[in-house]
């Protein structure tokens, strides 16, 4: 708001010190007032030039705010893509060692009351002889 003010003060600026000028020039009124006409002529262009370069600067800044964005929401979704993959591959992972523990275990308990009943068949036998 500060720079749009600021920018109108310019402008206004511009025109009284053009107006000032004119009046104050040695002339007949009626050249007086063409080149009053003329100045807000000349002045009115240079605004309307200054509106339509402020207004493509806003547009221009417009189109690159939303490129970022684009490119900033593109990138966010990648990253969470490889995070999903990364998470699912560790899960994966973890499942199959879980599986292969277990298998260890069960093998580890097989083989101990394989040999616990052997003991039991040595004792029994040795108690027999």
Excluded: W, Y
């Excluded at 720079?3 to 007949?28: D, E, H, M, W």
């Excluded at 605004?47 to 207004?55: M, R």
């Excluded at 990138?75 to 523990?101: I, P, Q, S």
């Amino acid at each position: 708001m500060s720079k749009r003010r600021f920018g109108l003060g310019i402008i206004l600026g511009a025109i009284v010190g053009v107006v000032t000028g004119v009046l104050a020039a040695p002339k007949s009124g009626k050249e007086t007032r063409e080149e009053i006409k003329n100045k807000a002529m000349e002045a009115k262009g240079r605004a309307g030039e200054a509106a339509k370069q402020a207004n493509a600067f806003v547009d221009g800044a417009r189109h690159k705010a939303d490129d970022f964005v684009d490119e900033a929401k593109h990138r966010a979704d990648d990253l969470t893509g490889r995070a999903d993959r990364v998470a699912d591959d560790a899960k994966d992972k973890a499942h199959d060692m879980n599986k292969k523990a277990q298998k260890a275990a069960d093998d580890a308990k097989s083989a101990v009351d394989k040999a616990a009943k052997d003991a039991k068949k040595e004792i029994d036998k040795a108690a027999r002889s």
